[in-house]
C-alpha cells in the first residue's frame, strides 16, 4: 500500500499544473477584444479594409490647389491582385503619414507634386534599385527641371504594381507611355515582330541594351563604345543564334577589324571623347533594326555601299564587293579568297622555315669558321 506521504510530491505538482495551464488560457482569452471570440477575430489586413470602406468608392476625390481634381478612388480588385496586397503589405507602409482620419490635408500643389513625394516610399523596401534609380538617365533629368522624368510609380504603377515582365512585351509597353515614336520603330523591327507576334523570349527588350534602373545616357560616348559589348551579348552567343542559323563570329570579327581595333582603343585610353569608327548602331540601325534579307534593311546588298557612304563617301561599287559580312572565310561560302587565304597562310610558315634554316646555317657557318680560325 503507497503512503500518503510518498504522495504528496506528486499531488502539489499536479495541482501546479493545472493552475499554470488556467493562467496560460486567462491570458490568451484576454488578448481578445471585450465580447469578441477568438476564432472570429478580425484577419490580418484589417487596415486595408478599413480604407477602402471609402476609397472603394469611384465618385471620391479632392481638387489640388493647382486645380487638378485627384481620384482618391482604389480599385479593390486591382489592389487584390498586386505583388503587395497578397503579402501583407498595407496602406500604411507608403501612407507613413495618415494614420487617423479625418486625414491630415494634402500639402502638394498639382498630382506631379504629390506622385514624386510618394514615391520615395519604395526605398524602404527597394533601398539597392532606388539607389540605382537615382544615378540614371531619368534622375539626371529630373535633375535638370524635367519633373516628369519617370519615377517608379510610373513604371509600376502604384496600388497596381505587379510583375513587370509577364508577359515580356509588358516592358516595351511600359517603356511607350513616354517614348512612343521609339517604340513604334521597335514594334517593326526584327526584334520587336519577333517579341510582339511570337512572344520570343531571345530577343531583346528596352531593358536589356539600356538597363533597368540604372539606365545610362545613350548618348554619350561611354555607351557608344560598350555597343560592340552590349550586342555580342546575344550575337556572340552560341546556343542562342544556333536557332536562327545566325554565325556566332560577328564580334571576333569586329573586334580585329579596323574599326572595332580602333574603338577599343579609345574605350581604354580616351573612354570620354566621341569617336566616329563605326560600332553595330551605326550600320545596323537601333531601334529599327531589319533582317540584312528585308529590301529596307540598311545591310541589305542593295542599301550596303549607301550605309557605307555615311562615313565613307569616295567608297565606290567595288566597296562592298570586298566585305565578307561577319563571316569567316570558308571554302563554301568565299573560295575565291578561301584559296587566296590558304595560300598566304601556307606561303608564310614556308618563308618563315626558310629564314629559320638560314639563320640556323649562318650560326653554324660562324662557328665553324671561328673554331677553324682558333686552330690556326
Same mark, same amino acid.
Given at each position: 500500500m503507497v503512503r500518503p506521504k510518498l504522495l504528496l510530491p506528486f499531488v502539489i505538482i499536479g495541482v501546479l499544473l493545472v493552475v $499554470?495551464? #488556467?493562467?496560460?488560457?486567462?491570458?490568451?482569452?484576454?488578448?481578445?477584444? #471585450?465580447?469578441?471570440?477568438?476564432?472570429?477575430?478580425?484577419?490580418?489586413?484589417?487596415?486595408?479594409? +478599413?480604407?477602402?470602406?471609402?476609397?472603394?468608392?469611384?465618385?471620391?476625390?479632392?481638387?489640388?490647389?493647382?486645380?487638378?481634381?485627384?481620384?482618391?478612388?482604389?480599385?479593390?480588385?486591382?489592389?487584390?491582385?498586386?505583388?503587395?496586397?497578397?503579402?501583407?503589405?498595407?496602406?500604411?507602409?507608403? *501612407?507613413?503619414?495618415?494614420?487617423? +482620419?479625418?486625414?491630415?490635408a494634402?500639402? +502638394?500643389?498639382?498630382k506631379r507634386e504629390l506622385s514624386r513625394s510618394y514615391y520615395q516610399a519604395c526605398q524602404k523596401c527597394h533601398?539597392?534599385?532606388?539607389?540605382?534609380?537615382?544615378?540614371?538617365?531619368?534622375?539626371?533629368?529630373?535633375?535638370?527641371?524635367?519633373?516628369?522624368?519617370?519615377?517608379?510609380?510610373?513604371? *509600376?504603377?502604384?496600388?497596381?504594381?505587379?510583375?513587370?515582365?509577364?508577359?515580356?512585351?509588358?516592358?516595351?509597353?511600359?517603356?511607350?507611355?513616354?517614348?512612343?515614336?521609339? @517604340?513604334?520603330?521597335?514594334?517593326?523591327?526584327?526584334?520587336?515582330?519577333?517579341?510582339?507576334?511570337?512572344?520570343?523570349?531571345? @530577343?531583346? @527588350?528596352?531593358?536589356?541594351?539600356?538597363? @533597368?534602373h540604372d539606365i545610362a545616357d545613350p548618348r554619350t560616348a561611354q555607351f557608344r563604345t560598350q555597343t560592340p559589348e552590349m550586342c555580342a551579348g546575344c550575337h556572340a552567343d552560341p546556343e542562342r543564334m544556333s536557332k536562327y542559323g545566325l554565325s556566332t563570329d560577328v564580334y571576333s570579327l569586329y573586334e580585329t577589324s579596323w574599326h572595332g581595333v580602333d574603338i577599343s582603343v579609345y574605350k581604354a585610353n580616351w573612354p570620354t571623347i566621341w569617336h566616329e569608327s563605326a560600332v553595330c548602331t551605326d550600320c545596323h540601325g537601333i531601334h529599327d533594326i531589319l533582317d540584312t534579307n528585308n529590301p529596307n534593311s540598311s545591310v541589305n546588298p542593295a542599301n550596303l555601299l549607301a550605309t557605307c557612304q555615311k562615313c565613307h563617301q569616295d567608297a565606290g561599287p567595288? $566597296?562592298?564587293?570586298? $566585305?565578307?559580312?561577319?563571316?569567316?572565310?570558308?571554302?563554301?561560302?568565299?573560295?575565291?579568297?578561301?584559296?587566296?587565304?590558304?595560300?598566304?597562310?601556307?606561303?608564310?610558315?614556308?618563308? #618563315? $622555315?626558310?629564314?629559320?634554316?638560314?639563320v640556323v646555317l649562318q650560326i653554324i657557318h660562324a662557328i665553324v669558321d671561328r673554331v677553324r680560325r682558333n686552330l690556326k
Open positions: $499554470w495551464g #488556467l493562467a496560460l488560457n486567462a491570458s490568451s482569452t484576454s488578448a481578445a477584444p #471585450l465580447g469578441v471570440d477568438r476564432v472570429s477575430a478580425p484577419p490580418a489586413q484589417q487596415t486595408e479594409q +478599413y480604407c477602402l470602406s471609402c476609397h472603394s468608392d469611384p465618385n471620391l476625390k479632392t481638387t489640388l490647389p493647382s486645380g487638378e481634381d485627384l481620384s482618391l478612388y482604389i480599385s479593390p480588385e486591382h489592389l487584390k491582385s498586386s505583388v503587395h496586397s497578397p503579402a501583407g503589405i498595407e496602406c500604411e507602409a507608403c *501612407h507613413t503619414d495618415i494614420k487617423t +482620419y479625418p486625414h491630415p494634402i500639402d +502638394y500643389q498639382t533601398s539597392a534599385n532606388y539607389d540605382k534609380a537615382q544615378d540614371s538617365m531619368h534622375a539626371q533629368a529630373a535633375a535638370g527641371g524635367n519633373l516628369n522624368a519617370a519615377i517608379c510609380t510610373d513604371c *509600376h504603377g502604384a496600388h497596381d504594381v505587379q510583375s513587370p515582365n509577364q508577359p515580356r512585351a509588358k516592358i516595351s509597353q511600359t517603356c511607350s507611355r513616354c517614348h512612343q515614336d521609339i @517604340v513604334d520603330k521597335y514594334k517593326d523591327s526584327v526584334h520587336g515582330e519577333a517579341l510582339i507576334q511570337s512572344d520570343n523570349p531571345d @530577343v531583346p @527588350v528596352c531593358t536589356d541594351c539600356h538597363g @533597368v567595288n $566597296w562592298t564587293s570586298a $566585305w565578307t559580312g561577319h563571316n569567316q572565310i570558308d571554302a563554301q561560302r568565299t573560295p575565291f579568297l578561301y584559296a587566296i587565304d590558304r595560300f598566304y597562310i601556307q606561303f608564310a610558315q614556308v618563308v #618563315l $622555315w626558310l629564314c629559320i634554316i638560314y
